[in-house]
């Protein structure tokens, strides 16, 4: 299973998100930040072709918010977006105003797999 490394947000606070909104990022900003890692790390693949990406669901814990997006490429496999905002997933003390971390999924189950993440973060 391939991911990429998280992109975040300390200083750039987000206003309130509209009732159409999906999450502190962007459809756009979330395609382009997996086009970009897959370029800069797999490089052995030609640069990836991704469709729309869909959201799938959101959680809420005591402390942060989740948003879940899936994403297809050109050999058809899946890949998670997982946006978040609140507590830094790094260990600090600080609130990290948004987040987001590109996992290829391996099944189609995208609820154990948020709850995996949460649970990981949360401990």
């Not at 797999?42 to 959101?58: D, H, N, Y």
Request: aromatic fraction near 16%; charged fraction near 20%; include cysteine.
């Amino acid at each position: 299973m391939a991911s990429f490394p998280p992109m975040w947000d300390y200083d750039q606070p987000i206003g309130p998100l509209g009732a159409d909104q999906r999450g502190p990022y962007s459809a756009g900003e979330m395609t382009q930040y997996l086009f970009i890692n897959h370029y800069h790390w797999a490089t052995s693949e030609p640069p990836l072709e991704l469709g729309a990406p869909v959201f799938v669901g959101e959680r809420d814990t005591h402390n942060r918010h989740f948003w879940l997006w899936q994403v297809g490429d050109q050999w058809k496999r899946t890949w998670y977006l997982l946006a978040a905002s609140g507590d830094s997933p790094f260990g600090d003390s600080r609130h990290c105003h948004r987040w987001v971390r590109a996992v290829e999924a391996e099944d189609e189950n995208w609820q154990a797999f948020l709850a995996h993440e949460i649970a990981y973060l949360e401990a």
